[in-house]
């Protein structure tokens, strides 16, 4: 007997979550300096510090040599509770080097950071350990929104081809409302039907309309033109419309602000429609 749809559902969840706690169990296995904290902390209370002289740069290891001379048991006893909290901090302190690099960054105004993380970051900056824990929660966590995202589409199908890069313009436009890149999903919305609709026109209005417009239209341009030569063109009357709405989003996305989940579905579906009535037979 085939699964209920719930089952289905309530077994994709449980796989979701397995990736998550795979994650953290290998973040728990592989944090950055964590052995290499638990290490010091084993050497010092082995007495037996002055093996990190062949490992560590003189200054660095002078003044390590200076502070566990000063209390033995605390510097032991300081480093063991760092490479705790490399381990239990891991995951968040990855996401946050993640975020450093997607944002703009205030000279000046980030503080102070807990000493176990700047080490942890130093340790770690050649191996890029931390973003690729960030870049795994991350992708896990899209997942979910992104299946559901997908299912509000349908196959765009067309009888004849535009480019190669209208395929990719559309590809981009689309992954990209997959994984909530809303904004990016309008803008691409608007340079795909540009270029479709280059690709579509008579060759001759093309060449007035690239000449007229400096090689540069934009997509209201474009519309502009095909209404005043929609005869000439022989694509579909309703195309206009639906290519309009798309052209809208994509300019109030590009001048005034952030688009919202609906708005960005609402313009990638209008663009499928559009296309498929370009390119029809």
């Known amino acids: 007997m085939a699964p209920s749809i719930q089952t289905r559902a309530e077994h994709n969840g449980i796989e979701i979550e397995r990736l998550r706690e795979l994650l953290l169990t290998m973040a728990d296995a592989s944090a950055p300096g964590r052995e290499f904290s638990m290490a010091i902390a084993e050497l ?6 002055e093996q990190l002289r062949a490992v560590l740069p003189a200054v660095v290891y002078h003044e390590l040599w200076q502070r566990y001379e000063a209390a033995p048991e605390r510097f032991a006893g300081e480093w063991e509770q760092i490479g705790h ?3 239990k901090g891991f995951v968040d302190h990855a996401r946050q080097r993640l975020t ?13 950071a807990p000493a176990w993380q700047s080490i942890q970051r130093a340790l770690d900056a050649r191996q890029g350990d931390l973003l690729r824990a960030a870049m795994a929660a991350e992708m896990i966590d899209l997942i979910e929104p992104a299946v559901a995202r997908a299912q ?3 196959e765009c199908v067309v009888a004849r081809s535009a480019s190669d890069e209208a395929d990719r313009y559309l590809d981009e436009a689309t992954r990209c409302y997959f994984f909530a890149l809303f ?24 060449r007035q309309i690239q000449t007229r417009y400096r090689n540069a239209p934009t997509l209201g341009n474009l519309l502009h033109e095909m209404n005043n030569n929609l005869k000439a063109t022989g694509i579909d009357p309703e195309f ?42």
């Open 85 to 87: 909290e490399m381990q």
């Open 152 to 154: 509000h589409l349908r």
């Open 44 to 49: 010092a209370r082995a007495g037996r510090m």
């Open 100 to 112: 450093s690099l997607t944002r703009m960054q205030q000279a000046g105004a980030r503080g102070e």
């Open 240 to 281: 206009p419309r639906l290519a309009n709405r798309v052209n809208d989003i994509g300019k109030r996305a590009v001048h005034q602000g952030l688009v919202a989940e609906d708005e960005a579905r609402a313009c990638l579906q209008h663009a499928r429609e559009a296309l498929e009535m370009l390119l029809a037979g």
């Open 183 to 206: 904004t990016a999903c309008a803008v691409m919305c608007r340079s795909v039907l540009e270029e479709a609709i280059r690709q579509r026109l008579p060759e001759p209005l093309r």
